[in-house]
């Protein structure tokens, strides 16, 4: 081995390091919170029309490579195939896969102790969205209380 193999391996291992995201198969951020369930679901489906067949083997999203590397990967790719089926027919995803994303969420809080940063991401998104209704109902009481 030459100095400068050596100096791409970790001291100790004979496993080249990796840098972190930034070299992985997607720029697009892994904590689903970000832009919430559609942000996701859309980027699914972007990634996959931009990776075209390919996309399994090669350019994967964190995201889905994550998803599939836990004990719901069958889960998730009924989940994706959803996806799928529903942009190209354009139809309602969240009326099409409701029962294949109720069996997914049911896995992933089976499996927490792998998708616990998914199912605390999650929560938090949803508390926000709460609150977010809560301020809004808040501003329409206000506001009739005030018209009257």
């Known amino acids: 081995m030459s100095d400068s193999d050596s100096k791409t391996l970790d001291p100790e291992s004979t496993t080249p390091k990796t840098d972190d995201l930034e070299n992985s198969a997607s720029t697009k951020p892994l904590d689903p ?11 699914l489906g972007q990634a996959e029309m931009e990776n075209g067949e390919e996309g399994e083997e090669e350019g994967e999203c964190g995201f889905c490579l994550f998803m599939k590397a836990g004990g719901c990967k069958e889960s998730f790719i009924a989940w994706e195939q959803c996806i799928e089926e529903a942009e190209k027919m354009k139809e309602d995803i969240v009326e099409k896969c409701v029962e294949v994303t109720g069996a997914l969420k049911k896995c992933m809080e089976a499996h927490a102790d792998y998708y616990e940063p998914i199912l605390r991401a999650e929560k938090m998104a949803e508390e926000e969205a709460i609150r977010e209704l809560d301020i809004e109902k808040e501003k329409e009481r206000e506001a009739s209380s005030e018209g009257s």
């Open 33 to 43: 919170s970000i832009g919430g369930a559609e942000a996701i679901q859309k980027d």
